[in-house]
C-alpha cells in the first residue's frame, strides 16, 4: 500500500511559479511511475506530468512542456513538479499518482492506483 501526500501549492501571480512536492509512504519500486494530474472546476481530472521511478524519463502534456519540470528524489521517496512561468489557466487542484505496474498510458488516470488528497494552485492574472 502506497500513500501520497501533496504539498506546495498556494496562490501565486501569473508569470510566477511554485513547486509542488509528493511524499510517498511505503516501497516505491523501479516498476512504478509517478504522475501530476489536474483538475479545474468544472472539468475533468487532466494528465500534467509522468516519470519512471527506474530511469527518470519524464513525459508532458503539451499545455505545460516547457514550463513544467517533473523530477524525483529516491532517497526521499519524493516526487516533485516545479512549474515557471504560471498561467491563470493553470489553476486547478493538483493530485499526485502512482502506478504500481505500467500498463502503456501514463496519460490516462486509470493507468494510477493511488492517488493523493491534492493541493490547490491558484494562478492569479
Known amino acids: 500500500q502506497v500513500q501520497l501526500v501533496e504539498s506546495g501549492g498556494g496562490l501565486v501571480q501569473a508569470g510566477g511559479s511554485l513547486r509542488l512536492s509528493c511524499a510517498a509512504s511505503g516501497r516505491i519500486f523501479n516498476s512504478y511511475v509517478m504522475g501530476w494530474f489536474r483538475q479545474a472546476p468544472g472539468k475533468e481530472r487532466e494528465f500534467v506530468a509522468a516519470?519512471?521511478?527506474?530511469?527518470?524519463?519524464?513525459y508532458y502534456a503539451d499545455s505545460v512542456k516547457g514550463r513544467f519540470t517533473i523530477s524525483r528524489d529516491k532517497s526521499k521517496n519524493t516526487v516533485y513538479l516545479q512549474m515557471y512561468s504560471l498561467k491563470p489557466e493553470d489553476t486547478a487542484v493538483y493530485y499526485c499518482?502512482?502506478?504500481?505496474?505500467?500498463?502503456?498510458?501514463?496519460?490516462?488516470?486509470?493507468?494510477?492506483?493511488?492517488w493523493g488528497q491534492g493541493t490547490q494552485v491558484t494562478v492569479s492574472s
Open positions: 499518482a502512482a502506478d504500481p505496474v505500467w500498463r502503456g498510458d501514463y496519460a490516462s488516470t486509470y493507468e494510477y492506483d493511488y
Open positions: 516519470i519512471t521511478w527506474s530511469g527518470g524519463s519524464t
